[in-house]
């Protein structure tokens, strides 16, 4: 979402006349656009800015603004922290950065430090701009984010989001369309709807669901693929499995987060489902979608986590079998019940955890990928690879194919679905080279 949400930045800034550089070295104005989801990701934040610092010391009118959810959390913090920062504010307010900017313009010109912050909350009115500000072309991937839905209300015990992205909003069922329409008019044939708890999407006027708004965007000439993310185990419906099975547009993955494989632990979180639950839920889309890639996030070392619940964390792994997966040491988040917590968990054992849990989901998603070699897979092309000569492109399960071809065709093959026949499998993607269907 926060890539989503910076391409919207940059776009609103395109169209106040700026135009987007490389490096920060060129930049009058640079955005950190920040996660406040785990310690580290703060940390960092303080990091870039004392590496910036020094260029607004050259270049005297820069502009530095801290967005995104440490600013919401941190507020005019920042500025105590590091006054070299102009600007702060949260997920909510940025479509009215080039009003922010005529501010801060407005207070040098008459000689006074410019200092804003913003960090209210007007999630609907976000959305309300958002659908005003035409998509100005800042990339030609074929492949597009569309935020559909922000915000939670599950209040898991270990998480900021509610904090940060404020209660459920779900956008308009018509903003949506336009918006996908705009993004295929650009040549965009696959979507990619965002959401903190993307399968809570309702529109608040038809009462239509997640499924029915897949169902509208397939039908949208140009639209070739259809993903969403991420989903709540708590929010799935009948319709939305069923649609893995009949809506031809929707990509056979699904990130589902689990966090945890102990019901002591799943209970302490609040997530309010079993495992057992979770397992069956997962038993239904693959009764629908076979071959469907599973994903999914963990914690290790949530407080009052002992070996027999790390355990069943594995054992739950084990029998799921995933794809590909994201994991963490669990992070004290400041003002979350799990914070307050006093069995944290030592950090050493946290360390050993996460070792072994990545090695079990590294092998996973490695024999996932090998399973894939003699496969002949649809492979949607979207820039070339890091290796010359190569074009990278998406699977259907979304793992990244690298193809070697002739450098006279690379620019025809971009924003193409082309079969590809899998020759190779690596830990993090795949090789292999054009089919001629055969
Ligand atoms: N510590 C570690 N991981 C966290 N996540 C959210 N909050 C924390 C935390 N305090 C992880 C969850 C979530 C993902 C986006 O980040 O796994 O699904
Ligand atoms: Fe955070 Fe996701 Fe839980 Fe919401 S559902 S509180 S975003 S982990």
Redo the contacts with the bound molecule.
Sequence with gaps: MNVYDSERMAEALVLSGYQQVETADDADMVILNTCH??EKAVQKVYSDIGRIKPLKKKKNDMIIAVAGCVAQAEGAEIIARAPVVDMVFGPQTFQQLPDMLDEVHALRAKGKKSRLVRTEFPAAEKFTALKSVTRAPITRSPSAFVTVQEGCDKF?T????PYTRGEEVSRPTADIIAETQALVDQGVCEVTLLGQNVNAWQDRQSGLRLDGLLAQLGAITGIERLRFT?SHPRDMDDALIAAHGNNLKLMPYLHL?V?AGSDNILTAMNRKHSAAEYIELVARFRAVRPDIALSS???VGFPGETDADFDATMALIEHVTYAQA?S??????PG?P?AEDEAQVDEAIKTTRLHRLQALLNGQQRAFNEAQIGNILPVLFDKPSKKNGQMSGRSPYLQTVHVTMDEAIMESVRGRILPVAITAAHNNSLSGHLSDGD
């Design positions: 989801i785990r898991c270990f998480c900021v989001v991420t987060p966090q996030d963990f914690i994201y963490f040491k669990y992070s004290p988040r979350t799990a």
